[in-house]
């Protein structure tokens, strides 16, 4: 991939939505199927909506957009009501109840929130307050989903996380969380900084979320440090969203820096500002890329990361890969399991879940 | 306006195996792609009466069928279901290429088309009133659809009843009617000159073909029909045709267990089946011979049984 080539369909009309109301049928063909493979459906109709050109749309494209919408509203309503029994479920326990990642969107609102779907709620708690947590959600219909004893003791003494619980009516799923990565990762940002720095959300009695520098950060270091590149591209969007949301506060930039500098989180910024930049056009203040500068790789690497993460941040679909985008998503899988832990323990994690691990389930029937 | 049966077979052969068919059922554009004969076959017998978009640039649905890469070739070969080159679901025996592609188009419609209350139910249609069969599988629903469809009635949908909100009107997706193990000869015997697509048998619903949709009903596509009555069809070896009168409570229930998208809309949901309720008589339906059914699907009359 050149930079000559012209970007694909969905990051230009993300860069400018105002440009939807100019595609054609055609276009739309495209648009909708790239926009289904990165989630950002009803994240697209949001954007037309914000942009004013909603009612300026063809009726078929339009019907695909309405659809994604009452299943994100949707969605939302039923994160709120869960958000409401974990919050009951862990009344008596007097804790700082923190919602990360899309659940904070959604209960407080925030632009990332608009047209998002995610499966799990995560929540983070103080790591001695641990058993009590999982003790009072088991009380209240949470269970351990299906995991073996190796499971059990790599999220348990390695991860950041709790494995995940459902609950056995709704079927939801939470992540209890007591840091934003594992204990076993180079990087360890110290979880009270965190948690001293959040905020209430308003209106919402008994819930925080982390301080808007903590949510970039987070979206950052889980993006770009703990590899999570299924939704490479939504998960950008979020950040462009919390950036283009927060950016105008006074003091936002040189706190945020300031801040990734405190946490040791500079490096993932570093790349979120870049990658957000390049291929979503994401204001960026000079001084703030100056500040920056110096907390890259070294430049044979960052070339690489570039010849990667440009790949792997696109759609997953077929009209935006090329012959290296296959590749690209499984050294970057590769090197997101390098940074979580220590070689040694990342052979045996590897060995274990190639040979030992159940498979997985099977595709569902049509 | 150019009609898939307006195709040679070799043209429909070449032209869904190379850049694919914009097929037209009712309000949904499907692309379809496929080299496996058994689809261009099915195709071609039950899809002759729909329109073709030629030059097409949107498709709601793109599906493709193909035959997956490995060492399958000819030891139990399979087909997969590729949905916009994503496969979700298993692949199955080749043999079963055409009912997969009948239920992966169902599936899409399902999963996506929102601005409907989606009913798993046959509906039909006469004098502008549509008759509601939501049943569970195995109630003889299609069957007594199939008898209806040849004898006065409209076919408005076998398997996905769309009612819009705005205003209780159910929206036509006329498509093949599924039949399943003895309906198959059942239908054979009693209608004249059905035309089938070639049973499948070993599915995970048994013997599966597909029945033609009425010619009329596809034209008719368009038009939409408000609902009268909601039928529960219970078929029972040899009972009497008998209509038992369902409560509103009782029915509202029942259709929204029927339904894939009652909870997804919510407040909106309960209102637009609220209203349909409101607007039908339901009952419960006893049968066992065809030609009963049809005689009391011909007394019903709005407003009463």
């Not at chain 2, 279901?81 to 043999?95: E, K, T």
């Amino acid at each position: 991939m050149t930079t000559t080539t012209a970007p694909p369909l969905l990051l230009a009309v993300l860069r400018q939505p105002r440009r939807m109301a100019a595609c054609t049928l055609a276009d739309w063909d495209l648009l909708l199927r790239q926009a289904i493979s990165a989630q950002l459906l009803a994240t697209l109709r949001d954007l037309a909506d914000a942009a004013g050109v909603l009612g300026q749309l063809p009726s078929q494209p339009r019907a695909h957009l309405d659809w994604a919408h009452l299943q994100s509203e949707r969605h939302r309503q039923a994160v709120r009501w869960e958000v409401r029994q974990i919050r009951a479920a862990l009344a008596g326990l007097d804790l700082p109840l923190i919602l990360l990642k899309g659940a904070a969107y959604a209960i407080a609102d925030l632009p990332p929130a608009r047209g998002r779907l995610f499966s799990d709620i995560d929540v983070m708690v103080p790591k001695p307050r641990l058993p009590e947590v999982e003790a009072a959600l088991m009380l209240h219909g949470w269970a351990g989903i299906g995991h073996d004893t190796y499971d059990q003791r790599y999220y348990r003494n390695w991860m950041h996380e709790l494995p995940p619980l459902q609950h056995i009516r709704r079927l939801t799923v939470i992540d209890v969380h007591h840091a934003i990565l594992p204990e076993t990762a180079a990087a360890r940002p110290d979880p009270l900084r965190l948690r001293r720095a959040a905020v209430a959300i308003p209106g919402q009695a008994g819930l925080q979320m982390l301080a808007p520098v903590d949510l970039v950060l987070h979206s950052a270091t889980h993006l770009f440090y703990d590899g999570e590149l299924a939704h490479g591209l939504r998960d950008l969007v979020d950040i462009h969203r919390l950036l283009s949301h927060y950016g105008d506060a006074a003091g936002f930039w040189s706190q945020l820096t300031a801040r990734a500098a405190e946490l040791e989180l500079e490096r993932p910024l570093y790349y979120a500002l870049r990658y957000a930049a390049r291929l979503l056009h994401t204001t960026v203040p000079a001084d703030t890329s100056a500040v920056l500068a110096d907390t890259g790789p070294p430049a044979p690497l960052l070339r690489l990361m570039d010849a990667l993460f440009l790949r792997a941040l696109l759609p997953d679909h077929a009209s935006c890969a090329d012959r290296w985008s296959g590749g690209a998503r499984y050294l970057l899988y590769l090197r997101a399991n390098w940074l979580r832990m220590p070689l040694p323990l990342l052979a045996r994690h590897l060995f274990h879940k190639a040979f030992i691990s159940p498979r997985h389930a099977p595709a569902e029937q049509v | 306006m150019l009609k898939l049966g307006d195709l040679s077979a070799r043209q429909l052969t070449s032209r869904l195996a190379d850049d694919g068919l914009y097929l037209e059922t009712g309000r949904f554009v499907t692309r379809i792609q496929s080299s496996i004969p058994s689809v261009a076959h099915g195709l071609g017998l039950l899809y002759g009466d729909y329109p073709l978009q030629q030059a097409a640039q949107f498709a709601d649905f793109h599906l493709r069928l193909a035959r997956p890469a490995n060492g399958r070739r000819w030891f139990r070969p399979q087909v997969v279901l590729f949905q916009d080159g994503n496969s979700r679901f298993r692949p199955l025996p080749l043999a079963h290429a055409f009912p997969m592609f009948e239920w992966g188009l169902n599936w899409c419609i399902s999963s996506r088309a929102h601005d409907y209350l989606m009913l798993h139910a046959a509906v039909v249609e006469k004098d502008g009133r549509a008759a509601i069969l939501p049943a569970p599988p195995g109630s003889g629903k299609s069957t007594l659809c199939a008898a209806l469809v040849h004898n006065g009635w409209r076919l408005l949908s076998d398997e996905l009843t769309l009612v819009r909100p705005q205003d209780g009107h159910v929206l036509p997706l006329p498509r093949p009617i599924s039949l399943k193990n003895g309906s198959i000869a059942l239908m054979r015997d009693f209608l004249s000159d059905p035309v089938f697509s070639p049973a499948v048998i070993d599915t995970h619903k048994g013997t599966v073909a597909h029945l033609k949709a009425p010619t009329d009903s596809v034209l008719r596509h368009a038009e939409t029909a408000l609902p009268a009555w909601i039928i529960f069809p219970r078929y029972e070896a040899g009972a009497d045709a008998v209509l038992t009168a369902v409560g509103k409570a009782s029915a509202h229930v029942r259709v929204a267990k029927n339904a894939f998208n009652y909870s997804l809309l919510g407040g909106r949901g309960f209102d637009t089946l609220a209203d349909l309720i409101d607007r039908c008589d339901s009952h419960e339906f006893r049968y066992s011979r065809l030609d009963d059914a049809l005689a009391t699907f011909e007394r019903l009359r709005p407003g009463q049984p």
